[in-house]
């Protein structure tokens, strides 16, 4: 099977290497489509900043979604034929962070496409801990956006954005309008700051009802007009 990989003087290529096998714990997932982060483009420019440089060659990926072609009996009632996503960061299910449900703090956390091979192959072995079917009006287009949106719902989550309050997001790149989405959700209205206008001319194309060029004028004069002169309950 094929898998794109980063060499060590960042050249990308393709290899050819065995398809693996998917044993009780792991599915075999064919994969369908693979986001493509900063990350990313920071490992395949070396400017990713404390990344180890003896794990070079890299195989890259971490966003991916593809449909199961083999797995063992689970407790997720998953088979063959299901559409899934595929959670990026593999814990080691065994320190104390493990034991307590917080596997994003575990002391031996890698990260597929960082730390480990990554997903930008054609099939790929994961946990079956790690797997989620999709429903079936989602796309594998769309669904491969699914892990950035955890992060921009996580955000907001965090910020405890609430129905009727203003959330101000600074950055309108995918992670920021992620953000600015689940404020939606959440019942609140998001001002999505940004120097980039036509970063901002997106956004506000996806329904994004407040956005700043923080180029042209004064950010806390903007905010006070747009809450009121009360200014945002949250920051993103």
């Keep these: 099977m094929k898998t794109l990989v980063v060499e060590r003087d960042g050249r990308i290529t393709v290899h050819e290497v065995n398809k693996p096998r998917y044993n009780e714990y792991q599915a075999l997932v064919k994969t369908i489509a693979c986001g493509m982060c900063g990350t990313d483009i920071k490992l395949i420019h070396r400017t990713f900043k404390g990344f180890p440089e003896s794990v070079y060659p890299i195989m890259l990926g971490h966003e991916g979604v593809g449909i199961i072609r083999e797995i063992g009996e689970n407790d997720k009632g998953l088979k063959p034929g ?16 493990c034991a ?52 921009g719902l996580h955000g907001a989550t965090r910020a405890r954005v609430s129905r009727g309050e203003h959330c101000v997001v600074f950055g309108a790149g995918i992670i920021g309008l992620m953000a ?17 206008q036509k970063r901002l001319d997106y956004a506000k194309e996806l329904g994004v009802p407040c956005t700043f060029n923080s180029k042209d004028g004064n950010v806390e004069e903007y905010l ?3 809450t009121g002169g009360k200014l945002p309950e949250a920051m993103i």
């Design 180 to 196: 600015a989405f689940a404020c939606i959700n959440y019942g609140a209205t998001p001002i999505l700051v940004d120097v980039l």
């Design 82 to 97: 299901d559409r899934v996503a595929l959670e990026p960061y593999v814990p080691c299910n065994k320190c104390h962070m």
């Design 100 to 151: 307590a449900g917080r596997f994003n703090n575990c002391a031996d956390l890698h990260v597929c496409g960082v730390h480990k091979d990554g997903m930008m192959s054609e099939y790929f072995l994961h946990p079956v801990q790690l797997l989620y079917k999709l429903p079936d009006e989602l796309t594998f287009t769309h669904a491969a956006l699914v892990e950035p949106l955890t992060i």
């Design 224 to 226: 006070r007009e747009v």
